[in-house]
């Protein structure tokens, strides 16, 4: 090999939390001993009581990811017609509406929110529209009294795909309360995870009940089977997972608000660079977006390639767009003139790494390379 070894170590986007294994190991032997290992035991009761009161909202149904709990959110209301949907976003968003048996309708988003456009979305509405999916992307909180008020008026199910949303408060209140359902992501890479899981926050318990059925095959007792359900259901060493890391979770949303200070305290001078979350109270930090502009030397794949030399790996969250991917791209509503802002957001963003234990030094680093990027 003549490549010149690589100096530091590579840094990624993010970086999974984890709790100490020794307050793992009480929940494990729990396990070990009742030898319950899954179908809603006494983990996962515990796990929604704790994530519940946490997250301070009523009623919720924890299950095996967010993908398959946008797909039981999408059946628990028998919505297969159209689903106005965003097309920045991760494909999961998409993906779940399709395998719920509906279509996606691509509608342009907001350019400071990157969420849904409520105008936009209103003028996507057909006689075979049934639902609205918004997404809350990078935990900043779309316009949800302009979504709320489009599907009042036209009766429509507003559904959030809140995956990069938890923890996140808008004047103190959850915003995973917004909407008739929402869902959670407790992937690996979110902020919270339980290795792999989700979450559906519900308005009342009949809804959560509904939808506890709906994720374990329809059932409802020894001989009576109801609807069409899938297995949705999280284990419980999953559920004890995430039982564990709960504790962590004000500590570790504190460390990654103060990385995201730092990026924008480095960030603030340099020309052509926006920041684009809200330095606010309330915000979870998930991500650390940011528009490399045309006053920048570098265009954002020229940042992105810059970076990746010193081995930071900073990911272009979401290009491309859901719409361009190869199953969407013929749609009618993925016609790439009628997603202006979408695109122009798309083809400008680049997300830098930010994890509640990224190394001060490793930060400081990549904000020199970003301040001087060229010799
Ligand atoms: C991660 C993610 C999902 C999928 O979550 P899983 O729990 O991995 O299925 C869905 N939507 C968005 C916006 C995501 O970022």
């Given amino acids: 090999m003549t490549d010149s070894p690589a100096v530091d170590s590579p840094i990624y986007v993010t970086r999974p939390i984890l709790p100490p294994l020794a307050e793992v190991m009480p929940y494990l032997e729990q396990i070990w001993s009742s030898r319950i290992l899954s179908n809603g035991g006494p983990m996962l009761k515990r796990f929604e009581a704790e994530l519940a009161a946490w997250m301070g909202v009523e009623h919720l149904s924890i299950q095996c990811n967010a993908s398959i709990s946008l797909v039981v959110a999408l059946r628990h209301y028998g919505i297969t017609g159209e689903v106005i949907t965003s097309p920045f976003s991760f494909v999961a968003t998409s993906h779940a509406i399709r395998w719920a048996g509906a279509e996606p309708v691509f509608a342009d988003i907001q350019a400071g929110s990157m969420g849904l456009d409520p105008a936009a979305v209103e003028a996507r509405i057909t006689p075979r529209t049934q639902a609205i999916m918004a997404v809350h992307c990078y935990g900043i909180p779309c316009d949800t009294e302009g979504l709320a008020d489009v599907a009042r ?3 429509l199910r507003l559904i959030y795909d809140a995956a990069h949303a938890f923890g996140v408060r808008v004047d103190g209140k959850p915003l995973v309360a917004e909407g008739d359902l929402s869902v959670l992501s407790f992937h690996a890479t979110k902020v919270f995870n339980s290795f792999e899981g989700g979450a559906i926050v519900a308005p009342d318990l009949e809804t959560k ?3 506890d059925r709906m994720g374990n095959y329809g059932i409802v ?7 069409t359900g899938l297995n949705a259901k999280i284990s419980e060493l999953h559920a004890a997972m995430g039982l564990a890391l709960l504790p962590h979770m004000d500590d570790a949303l504190a460390a990654r608000a103060a990385v995201a200070a730092r990026y924008r305290e480095g960030l603030a001078g340099v020309a052509g660079l926006d920041c684009l979350c809200p330095a606010r109270d309330g915000h979870n930090s998930y991500a650390f977006p940011i528009r490399v502009g045309a006053d920048y030397p570098l265009d954002r794949d020229g940042l992105y390639d810059r970076l990746r030399q010193d081995q930071i790996f900073a990911r272009r969250y979401f290009y491309p767009l859901i719409s361009d991917m190869p199953m969407y791209r013929d749609l009618a509503s993925a016609a ?4 202006p802002v979408a695109r122009d957001v798309a083809d400008h963003i680049l997300c830098l790494p930010i994890y509640p234990d990224l190394d001060p030094a490793d930060q400081a680093r990549i904000i020199g390379i970003i301040q001087r990027p060229v010799a």
């Fill in 221 to 227: 007792d020894e001989l009576t089977v109801t609807e």
């Fill in 209 to 211: 009940l509904a939808l």
């Fill in 336 to 339: 790439p003139q009628d997603l």
């Fill in 153 to 155: 008026r036209h009766g």
